[in-house]
């Protein structure tokens, strides 16, 4: 039976620098013992991850956000120039505050808080096309309804600078280059009750698989694109990926906000699955202490642990990223000429590949399926992580088939085992 641990950091500044730097660790920060899933819940603080290349372990103990969400709320100052209906996507706008909370953000950003951020945006557009009619904004309405958004989501707690971390534009609320953007023409083009039918609720694991829901919107994305040009012309990819965008204000517009949220987040979440998120930095080293015939162990297993400790500066993943992320650090150390497997050579496992938690350094593996982070009256931030998930990393073969829950003809390292809510 599974358990859950709830690990609270709700330590003042001050002990923080007692602890850390005069080296009296006498308490860990996280006690953990037997659970699988273990619920972290640190103080909105910035997390300590040193540019420097030092692994020193993730202290979430170091600058006090500005603004914590749900607590000392400010009133932002809008522009008065953005027509969009706020109010209706007033849920989900709160479980953005949370999700990209001003110091985690740049952490969790591909794994929770852009994806949350950009569900949020299509929400705003949808519930509004109600009252106006129109799946998407201007140029100079998309400008200030930006900017509004971010001010709300700052006000709440979130990190200002959303729209660099999550490379979100004005340009991506506009209609772009898709010809369809009056509601009623879309209804009149695409056939509205099978789309609705397909994605008014996804099964998060299944919809990655059957794409059910995918191939709606993409089959309703070529019909709009095809508005005003001859079946016969070569319709371009990139007006195809644009409809799909008002497919999915679409969508939100006629499920409430909260059904919409969990939908685009199924979605999406099947491309973040799909990827290895990180920027592998140069691996000269490695490649010189390990390649060929290994002479020195040792010496190239700390070239390994250097390397790996920058890996661990940059982002939060999920299992199925991490299985990616081992795959394709491999691939590139074996055309380098990294032929033994180094993985096993220096005990390399999964959760190395992610930012490291608690006074010893676990790496955080996040569940692959949608995720949020939580708040709760003690001013603490929560998400969920494998803090005892020590799977080995696969050293990558010639028949590597990317990690997936839909690939039936590869076995996987055995992944933590989902909780209720997590079926399959």
Not at 332 to 345: C, F, P
Not at 374 to 386: A, E, L, R
Request: a negative charge; proline letters at 6%; charged letters at 15%.
């Amino acid at each position: 039976m599974e358990q859950r641990l709830i690990c609270t950091l709700a330590l003042h500044l001050a002990l923080f620098f007692l602890l850390y730097f005069c080296g009296s660790h006498s308490t860990p920060f996280f006690d953990v013992k037997e659970p699988v899933l273990t619920e972290i819940k640190v103080n909105a603080l910035a997390p300590d991850i040193s540019p420097s290349g030092d692994s020193r372990p993730f202290l979430p103990l170091l600058a006090p956000s500005p603004l914590i969400p749900f607590a000392n709320n400010t009133v932002p100052i809008l522009s008065g120039l953005c027509t969009l209906n706020f109010s209706s996507a007033e849920s989900v706008m709160v479980i953005t505050a949370t999700d990209c909370q001003a110091s985690f953000a740049p952490y969790m950003a591909n794994v929770v808080c852009c994806p949350q951020f950009d569900a949020t945006l299509e929400i705003i557009l949808g519930q509004s096309s109600k009252y106006s009619g129109r799946l998407a904004l201007n140029k100079t309405q998309a400008s200030h309804c930006l900017s509004d958004v971010e001010k709300i989501l700052e006000s709440q707690g979130a990190n200002e600078e959303l729209q660099k971390i999550c490379s979100f534009h004005p340009e991506n609320l506009t209609v772009a280059s898709c010809p369809v953007t009056d509601v009623d023409e879309f209804e009149r083009t695409v056939d509205s009750s099978r789309l609705l039918a397909a994605c008014g609720r996804i099964d998060p694991v299944n919809e990655c698989c059957d794409q059910v829901c995918q191939n709606s919107i993409l089959d309703a994305a070529k019909k709009i694109s095809l508005n005003g040009i001859s079946n016969k012309e070569v319709v371009p990819h990139g007006r195809i990926d644009d409809c799909k965008n008002i497919v999915l204000r679409w969508l939100a517009s006629r499920l409430d906000a909260s059904s919409a949220n969990g939908v685009l987040r199924g979605l999406s979440n099947c491309n973040v699955n799909k990827v290895c998120p990180l920027l592998f930095p140069n691996m000269t080293n490695v490649v010189k202490e390990c390649g060929n015939v290994i002479s020195n162990q040792t010496v190239c297993c700390k070239a390994m642990e250097s390397y790996m400790s920058q890996l661990q500066q940059q982002s939060f993943l999920t299992n199925l990223q991490a299985l990616n992320c081992a795959a394709s650090l491999g691939m590139r150390l074996q055309k380098a000429n990294v032929s033994y497997d180094i993985y096993t050579l220096c005990h390399i496992n999964l959760q190395d590949f992610s930012v490291q938690v608690g006074s010893q350094g676990s790496g955080c593996l996040l569940s692959s399926l949608p995720s949020d982070a939580t708040y709760d009256k003690t001013s603490t931030i929560g998400f969920v992580c494998d803090l005892n998930d020590n799977i080995a990393a696969p050293w990558p073969s010639n028949s590597y088939v990317p990690a997936s829950t839909c690939n039936k003809t590869i076995t996987l390292p055995a992944l933590p085992t989902a909780t209720s809510a997590q079926s399959g």
